[in-house]
């Protein structure tokens, strides 16, 4: 039986098998996956690709295609050349067209839309970011999920949730929220202090791990210190949480295996990395690193333990402010900046105003429709490739499964460009060995060959797990809708299906059906009301590939990290 895995930007990573009719099913055998695919995946022949390369608006054929992207190339100077590539197909194989422009010597992007603030902090703390595997979370007896929706993002996690002491700190009552022994509905942006006020109550309780402590961190005391700088009571009620909820979360993790799983949510600010560097504070405060089914796990780095043999571009600059009016070619890869970057009205006048706009990718989006030159790509059962995951250890080969006219592949666009310029790059089948070598096998799952059974077992890179020294703890109230844009259980970002509306509490102000204006500093859209009794009275949620929902976001980065803040700005709501 044909097998492969889906190379979606998702934790999960799904081997999939393909059945009689050559159609993608979930893999029985597979002990994470076991068998489920998610609507995404279940519907993917049904989206209309973009049927043939585009110049100008004019159809071509792929030869005409890259030869005006070639003639393009050849015109401009080398760093007036950028290359964007963006996570519609997370799998390995997509490096290969960074290669060429990295013996092109084009500019590339740093830090991310993504995680990026995140994992920042994670690396100050503990060095590297590693995750806990489902089987690793299997051996959990309490669980906290925070800021993160399995449900929608992370599904074949659920079955490894069950029967556990189940916590959610989510500003929005999910389904694992309705599950859960304690659900924290925190005022969004409160993470940080809460994670302080755990650390100083466990502490003043006496229920933190002295014994690692001494043995694997940094000083305690100095950071027990920082947490007192805490004002309790102004501090609980800024963020909407209780004394009672604290005290409650502490006795119910109190002497259980703890897992905290940390989704994006909790770091779409400016200070995502001090909010990761608290979480992971409280993390140590418990003592809960380098043991079996204990530690804290946000989106990890799928390509730790991955040795790229491709090329990679030397000079870059941030993704979510890149001007791309500075260039003269820009070269798309499957990516819609102009929906998933932040600050949308920005990023539209300055994608209009590059000199030449190219778009690699499989469906049209409002990136494709402002691009000069359109390249279909062969989707991921048309091609070879393998993927590693950030929700687990694995790294799965891709094998491909049909043959298909209608787009061109990665490796295929980079063998092509790299012959044209006289650029090195080995065949296909070379770097697919490479990635093959990197991958052990245990009952049937190939994974990642150089990880820990237990991350962190071994200690730290630094020697020890280092506490923040400093916090910026002045909480603002803030006026407007706290917007939350998270991402949606039937999409991915701005693939496959889109929201519309904008999502309301019933009790916040606004009929349902009724259109209503809401603005940020970085502009104003229009939008359906819809309602959520889920959520807070004080939010507006507005999923991630909502049409226009970039228009209310900024182009700032995180303090740390390079990364998009998409809730940085609250919301001003008009009826109208
Ligand atoms: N179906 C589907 N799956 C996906 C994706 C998709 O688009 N669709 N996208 C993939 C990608 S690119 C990523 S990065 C991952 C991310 O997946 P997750 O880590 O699950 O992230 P989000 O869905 O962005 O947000 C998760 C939760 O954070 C909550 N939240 C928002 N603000 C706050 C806050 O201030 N504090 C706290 N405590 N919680 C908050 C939201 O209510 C939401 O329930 O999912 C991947 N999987
Ligand atoms: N408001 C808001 N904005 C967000 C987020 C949010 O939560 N809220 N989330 C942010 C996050 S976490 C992320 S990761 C980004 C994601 O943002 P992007 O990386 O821009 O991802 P998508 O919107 O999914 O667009 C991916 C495109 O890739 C193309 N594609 C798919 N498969 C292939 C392939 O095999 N080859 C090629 N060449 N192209 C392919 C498809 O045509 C698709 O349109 O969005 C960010 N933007
Ligand atoms: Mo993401």
């Known amino acids: 039986m044909k097998t492969t895995a889906c190379p979606l930007d998702c934790y999960d990573a799904c081997r999939i098998v393909i059945d009689e009719n050559g159609m993608p099913k979930g893999d029985k055998t597979h002990p994470i996956t076991r068998g489920y695919l998610c609507p995404n995946l279940n519907h993917y022949g049904e989206y209309p690709r973009i ?30 050349v950028l290359y964007y590539r963006g996570s519609g197909n997370v799998a390995l194989m997509q490096r290969s067209v960074e290669h060429f422009f990295a013996y092109y010597d084009a500019v590339g992007t740093s830090g991310s839309l993504c995680d990026g603030a995140g994992a920042a902090g994670i690396e100050t703390g503990r060095g590297r970011n590693y995750v806990l595997s489902p089987q690793m979370i299997a051996h959990a007896e309490a669980v906290v999920v925070w800021g993160r929706n399995p449900h929608a993002t992370h599904s074949h996690l659920l079955p490894f949730l069950n029967a556990k002491t189940l916590i959610v700190i989510d500003p929005v009552e999910t389904e694992l929220a309705r599950k859960a022994d304690l659900h924290i509905k925190i005022k969004p942006r409160g993470d940080l202090h809460l994670a302080l006020l755990l650390s100083r109550f466990a502490i003043i309780e006496g229920s933190h791990d002295r014994e690692w402590l001494e043995e694997h961190a940094g000083d305690v005391e100095e950071f027990y210190e920082l947490t007192q700088s805490i004002r309790i009571k102004a501090t609980l009620d800024a963020i909407d949480v209780s004394l009672g909820q604290i005290g409650d979360m502490l006795s119910l993790i109190q002497g259980k295996r703890t897992a905290i799983l940390v989704g994006a949510g909790v770091q779409k600010y ?24 204990c530690g804290v796990s946000f989106l990890g780095d799928s390509s730790v333990g991955v040795d790229s043999p491709f090329r990679s571009i030397a000079k870059k600059v941030s993704k979510p402010t890149v001007d791309f009016s500075k260039y003269n070619c820009v070269f798309v890869q499957g990516a819609n900046p102009l929906a998933q970057m932040p600050d949308s009205n920005r990023v539209r006048q ?4 590059a000199g030449f706009r190219v778009y690699f990718g499989l469906y049209e989006n409002e990136t494709s429709r402002a691009s ?13 490739d393998f993927r590693s995951s950030y929700g687990d250890y694995t790294l799965q080969e891709m094998r491909k499964i049909h043959q298909s006219d209608i787009g061109i592949g990665e490796y295929e666009v980079a063998r092509r460009l790299c012959d044209t310029f006289g650029f090195p790059l080995l065949g296909e089948e070379e770097y697919l060995e490479h990635f093959r070598d990197q991958a052990i096998e245990r009952e049937g799952v190939t994974y990642r060959s150089s990880i820990p059974d237990i991350p962190y077992s071994e200690g730290f890179e630094e020697g020890e797990f280092v506490f923040p020294d400093e916090v910026e703890a002045r909480l603002e109230e803030r006026e407007g809708f706290h917007l939350i844009t998270p991402k949606h259980p039937k999409g991915l970002n701005s693939q496959f299906y889109r929201e519309s509306a904008a999502f309301f509490h019933p009790d916040a102000g606004f009929e349902e059906g009724r259109r209503v204006r809401l603005s940020s500093p970085s502009g104003s859209v229009e939008m359906e009301v819809a309602w959520d009794g889920r959520l807070r009275k004080d939010c507006v949620l507005i999923y991630s590939g909502t049409p226009d929902v970039n228009v209310l976001t900024p182009a700032w980065l995180s303090y740390e990290g390079e990364c998009a803040v998409y809730q940085e700005h609250t919301l001003k709501v008009e009826t109208l």
């Not at 043939?52 to 030869?67: F, K, T």
């Not at 993390?283 to 690193?289: I, K, R, S, T």
């Not at 000069?372 to 989707?379: T, Y």
């Open 51 to 80: 049927p043939a390369p585009r110049l100008h608006g004019r159809e071509v054929s792929m030869d005409e295609a890259l030869r005006a992207l070639e003639k393009r190339l050849e015109e401009s100077k080398p760093r007036e």
């Open 372 to 384: 000069d030159l359109v390249i279909p790509a062969k989707n991921f059962l048309e091609k070879n």
């Open 270 to 293: 400016r200070n995502g990395a001090e909010v990761l560097r608290a979480i992971d504070a409280f993390g140590a405060v418990m003592g809960l690193f380098g043991k079996e089914g």
């Open 350 to 353: 300055s994608f209009s105003q």
